[in-house]
């Protein structure tokens, strides 16, 4: 069984930093892209970033270049993203999502495989 567990969110100041993370299991984590997507509250969906393990290729949300970062831990089947420089538009509810399609230009997040999300609140 696909798992997908994330965990890190919270409440932060205007240019405050967190750290999700996303616990993977049930699926070969090298093979297959994963990545972070979110939803605020009265928006659409959007992708934020994703990884391939298996070589190491990266896409950011041009809102994010800069301030967020993914990596991967195969060891522990655990994907991160930190998150500096944070502001009130990057409140949401985070979900870690898995075998979407992720290169360094485009990120389909798919709805396949994502755990419950945890939620950002960034205040002013």
């Known amino acids: 069984e696909v798992q997908l567990v994330e965990s890190g969110g919270g409440l932060v100041q205007a240019g405050g930093s967190l750290t999700l993370s996303c616990t993977t299991s049930?699926?070969?984590?090298?093979?297959?892209?994963i990545g972070w997507f979110r939803q605020a509250p009265g928006k659409e969906r959007e992708g934020v970033s994703c990884?391939?393990?298996?070589?190491?290729?990266?896409y950011y949300e041009d809102s994010v270049k800069g301030r967020f970062t993914i990596s991967s831990d195969n060891a522990k089947n655990t994907v991160y993203l930190q998150m500096n420089s944070l502001k009130p538009e990057d409140t949401a509810v985070y979900y870690c999502?898995?075998?979407?399609?992720?290169?360094?230009?485009?990120?389909?997040?798919?709805?396949?495989?994502y755990g419950k999300g945890t939620l950002v609140t960034v205040s002013s």
């Open positions: 999502s898995a075998y979407g399609y992720c290169t360094p230009t485009r990120y389909y997040y798919g709805l396949d495989y």
């Open positions: 049930g699926f070969p984590f090298d093979d297959h892209a």
């Open positions: 990884i391939r393990s298996s070589d190491g290729i990266t």
